[in-house]
């Protein structure tokens, strides 16, 4: 069966602190890894990680993907309040239209 | 640019009452179009998609079921709800393995 797990699957820290979100699969004829920042209702892309595509940097957030380890990893520095959010983790698969969704990881970032 | 529109953004309804949730998408045509549901705090949990009008897939067994009539609506029913139908429940759609958008949600309580 395939599964995606992330954690932890709560987090609280202070504003300005760096944080790190894992996210680990294992499913079969993977193709690519998504992020997705949820605040309180349509979750918004984030990054796409593929084979040709390891890592990706926009502003504060930066995703590796470690295909040998089946991982990826969300990096947020000098988080700030408006980074509090629900920040799920999902994987394609070669040849079907569908994603498969980790369970998520809620950030609370307090001032 | 594409849009997606899903409708009503929160609904009360008694057990065993039948259920219609719509979705529609703007801007684009012939998309890969989805169901999921949340519970609370956690990942989406993948309930059908769709790759064309009258193609329907069922990743769960449930009490739901989905169609797609023409080629940018996407609905979810059920006959007779259940307790435990309550969630949010989220449309979205993406051009093949390719991210997907999300509209902004349905929460649906089931009293």
């Known amino acids: 069966e395939d599964k995606v797990v992330q954690s932890p699957l709560s987090l609280v820290v202070h504003e300005g602190d760096t944080v790190t979100l894992n996210c680990s699969y294992e499913v079969t004829n993977f193709r690519s890894l998504l992020w997705y920042k949820q605040e309180k209702k349509a979750p918004t892309f984030l990054f796409m990680l593929?084979?040709?595509?390891i890592e990706k940097k926009s502003g504060r957030l930066s995703s590796i993907l470690d295909k040998k380890e089946l991982s990826s990893i969300l990096n947020i520095t000098a988080t700030q309040t408006g980074d509090s959010a629900i920040y799920l983790c999902?994987?394609?698969?070669?040849?079907?239209?569908?994603?498969?969704f980790g369970q998520g990881t809620r950030l609370t970032i307090n001032p | 640019s594409q849009t997606i529109h899903q409708w009503p953004a929160t609904l009360v309804q008694p057990v065993g009452s039948p259920l219609s949730l719509e979705c529609t998408v703007e801007?684009?045509?012939?998309?890969?179009l989805y169901w999921y549901r949340q519970a609370a705090g956690r990942g989406l949990q993948l309930l059908f998609y769709?790759?064309?009008?009258?193609?329907i897939s069922s990743e769960v067994p449930q009490n739901l079921s989905a169609s797609r009539p023409q080629d940018r609506q996407f609905i979810l029913s059920s006959k007779k709800l259940l307790l435990s139908d309550s969630g949010f429940y989220l449309c979205?759609?993406?051009?093949?393995?390719?991210?997907?958008?999300f509209g902004d949600g349905t929460r649906l309580s089931i009293l």
């Open positions: 769709s790759v064309g009008i009258g193609q």
């Open positions: 593929t084979s040709s595509g």
């Open positions: 979205a759609w993406g051009p093949s393995n390719q991210p997907q958008h």
């Open positions: 801007g684009t045509s012939n998309p890969n």
């Open positions: 999902a994987v394609t698969f070669q040849g079907a239209q569908k994603l498969v």
